[in-house]
Each structure stands twice: as structure tokens, then as C-alpha cells.
């Protein structure tokens, strides 16, 4: 089997993408940073989080049970591994588009996958990229804007600005709504949006933000195989 | 506690597992058109279900947001300016009070 291009010019597409994308992602990290500060967490303990864990939504779960000083190893793992579930989804919708890369560019491009990266991935995908080297170079700049919010974040928390001002706590919405626009091209495409966004939402009310997401990718996905036309165009 | 550095190695571990376990296991499921129309309709309900709950959990500064994100891209086709004016949307309107 040919493999796909994995190029230094779908690299650069990957990062002209990611730099939209990075300074919200610099405003995440900050917001994380002083998080860990309120909480005592030194910047270097923070900077580990975020380079070994590298989700904030993970971060915030962990520490946040390290702060009630109730963190076991077990609770550690399993906090990470169900606010993380959703990667579970991303990796699988990947698979058919990034495995033509081959596993050993394949793999180390899924350690800078992050939620916005994997939406702008999947819409560039879908616009008929070829180049496998988008991931990666999504990911960079995702990945030093993170470091970068969570040390400044860490170190200076006590004289910067609230996140949420600076409207960072809609980055990952307003992308996903905007995206979602673009690709809704057919009527029959507004299938899984109205089921995500319904699943989301009682889901969510359930159990929560992190397995709000997971419902909506479960359900779509489910909806989407059971009226499955053979032949038929989606 | 049990030591700080076997809390991240054990969280960072787990954070590989998701990163890694979705795509590995599609190797073993056999191709076929439900399984394609699934993975095409992920992306969609993920980004909407994302959108909805923000909207539920917001009020109106965030539905002005995200509303002009989707009229932006539906209007200029280019959906990461549209998104970045309406994270700007949600600051400008913040920094008034609403």
C-alpha cells in the first residue's frame, strides 16, 4: 500500500491552523496555571500535568481531586480516563484518514491530538487534505500554547486578568459551531447534529460536561448506522 | 497521597490509553457502510452536542457568541475568522457588563 503524503507542507498548513488556534488554547493554559497556583501546586508540577496529561478538562478533574487530598492512584487513573473518554471517539474517527500515514507517524501525531485540533483535523480532512502532517502541525502549536499559558499561568497568577473576559471559555464552542456550519452541506447532515446536540444535553445534565460529548458522538454514530441507506448518499 | 510523581505517571498514562485505544481498536472492526456513515456522523453530533451545552450553560452573551460564529460562517464560508469574531463577541460583550 502507497502512503499518504506526510510533508513539511502539510506540516505548514497544520500550523497556519493551529496558530488560530493557539491563543485560545495560551488563554486555557493560563487559566489552568492559576487554577494549580490557587491550589499550591508548584508551576513545575503544573507543567508536568500539562505535557503528560495535556487536557484541560483532565487537569482541571485531577487537581481538583488532589485538592481534596482524597487523589489515590486508582481515582487519578480513573478520573483521567472518563473525562478523557472522548478520545476514545476522536482516535477512532481518525483512524481511516490518519492510519494511510502508517502507525510510526501516525501514533506520535496522535499524542498532540486535542479537542479543537481533532475538529479542525476532521473539517480539513473532510475538504480533502491529503497531507497527514496537518495533525502534527495542528498539535505543535496547540501543545506550546498550552506549556506556555499554564507556566505564565503558574508563575504570574496573581496579576493576570480573568480567563473568561477574554471570552476563552467559548474558543471550543465557537469552533465547533462554526465548523459544524461549513460541513452541514445536505439536509440528511442535520441528522446527527439534532441528535449530538439532544444527547449532549440530557447526557450532560446526567453526568455531566465530559460525558455530554461522548453521548452526542455515541448517539450520532448509532443513528447514523441504523438508517444507513445502502448505497445511498449520506 | 500516595507520591506526586506516580499521581502524573499513572494520569498521564491513562491520558495516552484515551489518546491511543480508539484508533488501535479500529483496526479490528471490519469495514462497512454502517461503520463509515458512524464515523461520518461523529464529528457532526460531537461539535453540535458542544454548542448546545454551552448554549444551555451560558445565557445570552454566549448565545450572541456562538449565533454570530454560525451566521459569520454561513454568510463568509470561512469558519476560523467566524469562530475567532465570535470568542471577540463574547469578550467585547463581557467588557461592557452584559
Not at chain 1, 471559555?169 to 469552533?175: G, K, Q, S, T, V
Not at chain 2, 481498536?25 to 464529528?43: C, G, I, K, Y
Not at chain 2, 450572541?64 to 469562530?83: F, S
Request: hydrophobic share 60%; with cysteine.
Amino acid at each position: 500500500m502507497t502512503r499518504a503524503p506526510f510533508t513539511w507542507a502539510g506540516f505548514r498548513r497544520g500550523l497556519r491552523m493551529g496558530l488560530a488556534l493557539s491563543f485560545p488554547i495560551l488563554i486555557y493554559g493560563l487559566a489552568f496555571g492559576m487554577v494549580a497556583a490557587q491550589v499550591q501546586i508548584g508551576w513545575a508540577t503544573a507543567l508536568g500535568m500539562s505535557v503528560t496529561i495535556f487536557s484541560g478538562s483532565a487537569q482541571l478533574a485531577l487537581v481538583s481531586l488532589m485538592q481534596g487530598g482524597t487523589a489515590t492512584l486508582w481515582t487519578a487513573a480513573a478520573t483521567v480516563l472518563v473525562i478523557n473518554a472522548r478520545y476514545l471517539l476522536f482516535g477512532a474517527t481518525l483512524r481511516p484518514w490518519l492510519s494511510a500515514a502508517g502507525p510510526s507517524r501516525a501514533l506520535p501525531s496522535l499524542l498532540l491530538l486535542g479537542d479543537a485540533n481533532w475538529i479542525a483535523t476532521m473539517r480539513a480532512a473532510e475538504k480533502g487534505e491529503e497531507d497527514r502532517a496537518y495533525l502534527a502541525g495542528t498539535g505543535v502549536l496547540l501543545m506550546t500554547g498550552w506549556l506556555t499559558g499554564t507556566l505564565i499561568g503558574a508563575v504570574f497568577g496573581s496579576v493576570l486578568p480573568d480567563p473568561r473576559a477574554l471570552g476563552a471559555d467559548l474558543m471550543l464552542p465557537a469552533f465547533a459551531a462554526s465548523m459544524m456550519t461549513v460541513m452541514v452541506r445536505s439536509r440528511a447532515a442535520l441528522v446527527p447534529v439534532a441528535v449530538g446536540a439532544a444527547a449532549a444535553l440530557v447526557v450532560a445534565q446526567q453526568a455531566g460536561h465530559a460525558w455530554g460529548i461522548v453521548g452526542a458522538g455515541v448517539a450520532g454514530a448509532v443513528v447514523a448506522a441504523l438508517t444507513v441507506r445502502p448505497a445511498g448518499k449520506a | 497521597m500516595p507520591p506526586l510523581w506516580q499521581l502524573m505517571l499513572v494520569a498521564g498514562l491513562a491520558a495516552l490509553t484515551c489518546r491511543f485505544a480508539g484508533y488501535l481498536a479500529m483496526r479490528f472492526l471490519p469495514a462497512s457502510p454502517r461503520l463509515d456513515a458512524a464515523l461520518r456522523a461523529t464529528p457532526l453530533a460531537v461539535m453540535s452536542g458542544i454548542t448546545a451545552m454551552a448554549l444551555a450553560a451560558g445565557g445570552l452573551v454566549e448565545a450572541l457568541a456562538l449565533g454570530a460564529a454560525v451566521a459569520l460562517t454561513a454568510l463568509t464560508r470561512n469558519d476560523v475568522a467566524a469562530a475567532v469574531a465570535g470568542v471577540a463577541v463574547a469578550a467585547g460583550l463581557r467588557a461592557l457588563g452584559i
